[in-house]
């Protein structure tokens, strides 16, 4: 504990803010984890019970089945569920509707944190660059009141000194960003689901005449995952 305490009065306040950073990036990356953990199916053929459910008509049971469920598919074809239940035919157009409003709010909550995430991982090495060349003034003036007359040791002793900043911004931004683009592809992969499932599903109960017949509007083609697509 000693050493760490050394350690980080060497890196100064700057570097007491990448580790700062560190722990909230941590913190975000356990919580993120255990919520995928908790999105997995607990029946893997559910998508397809699901569907022959829907087909047959059988929609409070369908329903049923997926009450439980936390995965976003799961709670979007819910809600479509619920409506088919409540209603005689509607149209394709606005199940797709619903399915696109519920995704949209389901990909909300996965992508919670992700943005900070992204952001430490962005700023923390433009912390420790910035720490490296603070650190580095420091001992160049160090170096001149002195007259010049420094020995290597002295010098290189500060300089390794000034770039702890650099390799603890390193440090925290190479696992951040890793562990974000992991996650944000699991986003990316939970959407490709959504648009796959829900529309075999508006597909069969559109072949079996539980739909109104007309136009296929896109259908949550439109939904986007917000992983920098924004800039």
Not at 51 to 59: I, Q, S, T
Not at 60 to 83: C, F, I, S, Y
Not at 151 to 163: D, K, P, R, Y
Request: hydrophobic content about 50%.
């Amino acid at each position: 504990m000693e050493s760490l305490a050394a350690f980080l009065t060497k890196a100064g306040p700057i570097g007491m803010t990448i580790v700062a950073s560190s722990v909230i990036a941590l913190f975000i990356i356990i919580e993120r984890c255990w919520a995928f953990r908790q999105l997995r199916f607990k029946d893997a053929l559910l998508p397809d019970r699901l569907r022959k459910r829907a087909v047959e008509g059988d929609y409070t049971q369908a329903v049923a089945m997926v009450h439980e469920q936390r995965h976003p598919l799961a709670v979007a074809l819910a809600a479509v569920l619920a409506r088919l239940d409540g209603s005689q035919h509607p149209s394709r157009g606005a199940l797709e509707k619903t399915i696109a409003h519920v995704a949209a709010r389901e990909v909300r909550q996965l992508e919670r944190f992700l943005p900070t995430l992204f952001l430490i991982s962005s700023v923390t090495p433009l912390l420790g660059l910035f720490g490296t060349v603070t650190g580095m003034i420091k001992a160049f003036q160090a170096i001149q009141h002195l007259g010049g007359k420094v020995n290597a040791s002295v010098l290189a002793g500060g300089i390794w000194e000034a770039m702890l900043t650099t390799a603890l911004g390193l440090g925290v931004a190479i696992p951040a960003m890793v562990v974000h683009n992991y996650l944000q592809g699991k986003v990316h992969e939970i959407v490709a689901e959504i648009k796959e499932e829900s529309g075999m599903l508006l597909d069969d109960l559109e072949e079996a005449g539980r739909l109104e017949t007309g136009g296929k509007p896109a259908l949550v083609h439109e939904l986007k995952v917000s992983h920098q697509e924004a800039g």
